[in-house]
């Protein structure tokens, strides 16, 4: 069963930081390009990063030069390093594995 869990997010005040975690199970991520998407409260679900297995990297507009994704093969696991975080950060975050799967989401809410 492949699942994808992810971790990290909570409240945290304008400026600050987050760093979210995705880890894969029942599939190897070593091959396939991740990503991370976020959906905020009556919006589309976007595009936030992706990294191909080849650690080339993409960025949304809003994501660039604030955001950063990594990837572990060996841990089976995707980072999404958040700085300078703004209100409109706040949404559910998801955790992709090529295009067919998707984790569960963790809520991130950028707020004083």
């Known amino acids: 069963q492949v699942q994808l869990v992810e971790s990290g997010g909570g409240l945290v005040q304008p400026g600050g930081s987050l760093k979210l975690s995705c880890v894969a199970s029942?599939?190897?991520?070593?091959?396939?390009?991740m990503g991370w998407y976020r959906q905020a409260p009556g919006k589309q679900r976007e595009l936030v990063a992706t990294?191909?297995?080849?650690?080339?990297?993409t960025f949304a507009d809003s994501a660039k030069g604030r955001f950063f994704i990594s990837r572990d093969n060996a841990k089976n696991t995707v980072y999404l390093q958040m700085n300078s975080l703004k209100p409109e950060d706040t949404a559910v975050y998801y955790c992709?594995?090529?295009?067919?799967?998707w984790g569960q989401g963790t809520q991130v809410t950028v707020s004083s």
């Open positions: 992709r594995h090529s295009s067919r799967y």
């Open positions: 029942g599939i190897s991520i070593r091959l396939y390009s």
């Open positions: 990294i191909n297995s080849g650690e080339t990297t």
